[in-house]
């Protein structure tokens, strides 16, 4: 008698098809939940970058109102008479001031010079 016999079977092509249909769709599941995952991270770093942004922008607005501030408060009349003492300046005498209406001839533009003569006026 003659050992056990085995059975040989032919390979199954519809099972080779259905094999490769279905590592197909797996990769492709993977791909696209790699691609989702790739794109949320993505998201999240250019949220960091927009709230980075705009703290930016805030900082820089916070900035430009202290300098305003800074600058009306140099500006200010009282404090540029102030300097102005210190600096040992005062206040012009009623001869030291011209009006304008003195300078200009009648509306056309012209000013006298210290020496009488007449010179048109940048336009």
């Not at 085995?6 to 199954?12: K, S, T």
């Not at 200009?104 to 048109?120: M, N």
């Amino acid at each position: 008698m003659t050992g056990p016999q085995r059975l040989h079977r032919e390979p199954d092509p519809r099972a080779r098809r259905i094999l490769v249909a279905a590592l197909t769709a797996a990769a492709l599941l993977v791909g696209g939940a790699l691609t989702v995952v790739g794109m949320r991270v993505q998201q999240v770093q250019l949220a960091y970058r927009l709230d980075e942004a705009r703290a930016q922008q805030a900082r820089a607005q916070g900035n430009v109102r202290q300098l305003e501030i800074e600058v009306a408060t140099l500006r200010s009349p009282a404090r540029v008479e102030a300097r102005a003492r210190r600096l040992g300046l005062s206040p012009p005498g009623r001869d030291q001031m011209r009006l304008a209406h003195e300078y200009v001839a009648g509306g056309t533009r012209l000013a006298a010079t210290r020496w009488g003569r007449i010179e048109a006026l940048a336009k």
